[in-house]
């Protein structure tokens, strides 16, 4: 029966050793590398299997360490760890299944720091920073970011994200619940969607705190569906005289309110129009899809009186059809300014309402053909599917005869008041 190794290792042969394993006994083996790198393992038999522990980065040997302000384990400091793990397998402790779990608990302690350092405020700004690109315009992240910090942040901006809990979600939502009950409802929506997020990326777990079915449904007042409200829009027959009272401005306000009123497009569309979606030849504005409500490209036939306008505005050299007083884009506020100094009692958006009301009322074009003028999407999904067309020539033919409307007894000729960039 061969002898049993104990302490079989001096010094000197651990610093000399060559490449190989050297056994010091008692489990405790040296390992040299080809490279020079040496390390130290301890080999033990737990239930009858013969496994392998690193020695010179255990918690232990770190310990060491830095107590004797060495760099590498000595052979007395390995056979003291040694002797350690010794009484840990005689115990029926398993050193390697120890240190793994040793090891989970650490990178669990730290992630839970981590999660503990990541706030609402910041998880919020992540969303938002990762979802603009597929909302439709910049308002859309205003009031995102808007809403957020007037009514989110000062309650539970600053708390980390993984501690926000319903009591915390109703002391934002409670004080504008009933006084702002739309502003209140986007909130809910806004905060429920960034709690959603901070599950996904693990910095949070359970029920979402903003969820409304089924949890801030039982608790907050039910709402009544609300509506979004009407714009307030002119009779049909009143649009002549307003156009009347545009004409006798010099503002590009009031050309740009023209335009829109002809071509019943949204003010965003008017005061976001460029020259490069202009065919003046063709008598055609084509409006891209990320600049449309639907989301799809609309094209929009010009009627005499809207090429008129376009050629006195092209002599404002600017890229923008319609540009501010500064040489910029419009401001979104011009045109409806524009109304409320005319003491006029309407909405820009209103006119859409009043163009549909005299198409429905005054002429006989198909239901189809006047909501496609609007760039309404088509309700009935199979209409929608086969229709592919856009029906073009016969809302050209809708919007001459829209302008011809418009112009009543005016009789607006070829010829457009000469303007200056005044203030709108």
């Avoid at 080809?34 to 232990?60: H, I, P, Q």
């Avoid at 609007?374 to 829209?402: C, P, Q, T």
């Amino acid at each position: 029966m061969p002898k049993k190794l104990s302490k079989a290792l001096t010094p000197l042969q651990v610093k000399n050793a060559k490449p190989g394993r050297h056994a010091d006994g008692d489990g405790l083996h040296l390992l040299v590398k080809k490279t020079g790198a040496r390390s130290w393992v301890y080999r033990f038999m737990l239930d009858g299997n013969a496994r392998d522990v690193g020695l010179s980065r255990c918690a232990e040997a770190i310990e060491l360490l830095r107590r004797s302000g060495g760099e590498e384990l000595t052979l007395a400091q390995a056979r003291d760890i040694a002797a350690i793990y010794r009484m840990k397998v005689k115990a029926g402790i398993d050193p390697l299944m120890e240190r793994d779990e040793a090891a989970a608990q650490a990178a669990a302690a730290k992630q839970a720091q981590q999660v503990a350092s990541v706030t609402f405020k910041a998880t919020a700004e992540g969303y938002i920073e990762a979802n603009e690109g597929s909302w439709r315009n910049a308002k859309h992240r205003q009031q995102w970011t808007n809403t957020l910090a007037t009514y989110v942040y000062p309650m539970i901006g600053d708390m980390a994200v993984s501690d926000v809990d319903t009591p915390h979600v109703l002391a934002v939502l409670e004080p504008i619940w009933k006084a702002k009950p739309e502003t209140a409802a986007r909130v809910r929506g806004r905060v429920e969607a960034i709690l959603d997020a901070a599950k996904v990326r693990a910095y949070r777990t359970g029920e979402n705190p903003a969820r409304w079915r089924g949890h801030l449904a039982q608790i907050l007042p039910a709402r009544t569906r609300l509506s979004r409200g009407h714009h307030k829009a002119a009779p049909y027959a009143a649009v002549p005289g307003i156009l009347q009272g545009l004409r006798t401005r010099k503002a590009v306000a009031a050309l740009a309110l023209e335009f829109t009123i002809l071509t019943a497009a949204r003010t965003g569309e008017v005061v976001g129009a460029t020259w490069a979606e202009i065919d003046l030849d063709k008598a055609v504005w084509t409006i891209a899809a990320n600049r449309m409500k639907a989301g799809r490209e609309h094209r929009v036939p010009l009627s005499d009186r809207a090429i008129s306008i376009l050629a006195a505005v092209k002599k404002l050299d600017s890229p923008w059809v319609f540009p501010g007083v500064r040489g910029g884009q419009m401001s979104n506020m011009a045109m409806a300014m524009l109304l409320r100094r005319m003491k006029s009692d309407v909405t820009v958006h209103g006119f859409r309402s009043s163009f549909r009301d005299w198409a429905a009322e005054c002429t006989g074009y198909p239901h189809e053909v006047c909501e496609m003028a609007l760039a309404h999407s088509i309700g009935n999904k199979v209409e929608a599917a086969y229709r592919r067309g856009d029906l073009f020539e016969k809302r050209r033919r809708l919007m001459v005869d829209w302008a011809e409307f418009c112009a009543g007894e005016l009789a607006f000729g070829g010829e457009v008041v000469p303007i200056r960039m005044v203030a709108q």
